[in-house]
């Protein structure tokens, strides 16, 4: 059971090597006895503030970098209270939580807005202190030029907007809210609504997977029904000349 509650998840600022030792155990003849290796893993946290605007994907450089090369073993843990910002920024590190090895956790200490608030729920787990505020909403953005590229780049926009709201916030807001923020309202969430809307979304991911399977194993079934199998022609016997 994922959980969600700030005091639950406890910063470990330390580290460990990963260190691999032979044994026999104490007091025995390696010679006389099968031996064992002990092998100890590396881990590593590390903690990434978000606590100002998103801004250009240059800014986290360092930081995607250190993503990368985090390993399976590693945690990462993003401090979120930033009222969000810029898009680019934005999808800079998703993706670089999409391509990194290690675990993710968003840690809504404050306020959750905007882009911030698709940046943690893409996290792989998210934690809500008592004083967490979100606010869902559609983008906005400025630009200049002739019209025709005005309106172009506003399509452009729009279109690469919606498709990632949709996905960001597919089972933690209902369809009609996704329509309703995408068409100009303001979603604002206390620290409870937070907690029983990412309770409720693990609940209806994990009915969309077991469905998902099901439907996978009907499929085969089915085909395996639909097998004809193949008669065998005896052959005729040769004739002597």
């Keep these: 059971m994922q959980k ?14 990963k260190n691999t030792e032979s ?3 104490e007091g025995i003849n390696c010679e006389d006895q099968l ?11 590390y903690t990434v503030p978000i606590d100002s605007d998103f801004v250009e994907p240059s800014y ?57 608030s698709m940046f943690a729920l893409h996290c792989d ?8 505020t979100m606010l869902c909403h559609n983008g906005s953005f400025g630009t200049g030029g002739k019209i ?13 907007t919606e498709k990632l709201m949709y996905k960001t916030y597919k089972f933690f ?21 937070i907690i029983q809307r990412l309770e409720k979304r693990q609940e209806l991911r994990n009915a969309a997977v077991i469905e998902a399977e099901q439907q ?11 097998v004809v199998p193949v008669k065998r022609v005896p052959s005729k016997p040769r004739k002597k000349v």
């Excluded at 999808?91 to 391509?99: F, G, K, P, W």
């Excluded at 807001?173 to 609504?193: A, C, F, N, P, V």
């Excluded at 996978?216 to 639909?226: I, N, S, Y």
């Design 4 to 17: 969600y509650k700030l005091d639950s998840y406890k910063l470990k600022r330390k580290s460990r090597t």
């Design 23 to 25: 044994g026999h155990g």
């Design 35 to 45: 031996g064992y290796v002990v092998q100890s893993n590396t881990q590593v946290q």
């Design 60 to 116: 986290y450089r360092g930081v995607i970098q250190m993503m990368m090369n985090a390993s399976e073993n590693d945690v990462i843990a993003f401090l979120v209270n930033s009222d969000g910002g810029s898009l680019a920024g934005l999808l800079s590190l998703l993706e670089a939580l999409n391509m990194t090895s290690a675990s993710s956790v968003a840690i809504i200490t404050g306020n959750a807005a905007s882009a911030a």
């Design 125 to 132: 787990e998210v934690y809500v202190s008592d004083n967490a």
């Design 148 to 160: 025709t590229d005005v309106l172009s780049h506003a399509q452009h926009i729009n279109k690469t």
């Design 173 to 193: 807001l209902t369809e009609q809210e996704i329509r309703d923020m995408l068409s100009g309202k303001e979603i604002y969430l206390d620290s409870e609504e």
């Design 216 to 226: 996978e194993k009907l499929a085969l079934e089915e085909a395996e029904q639909k």
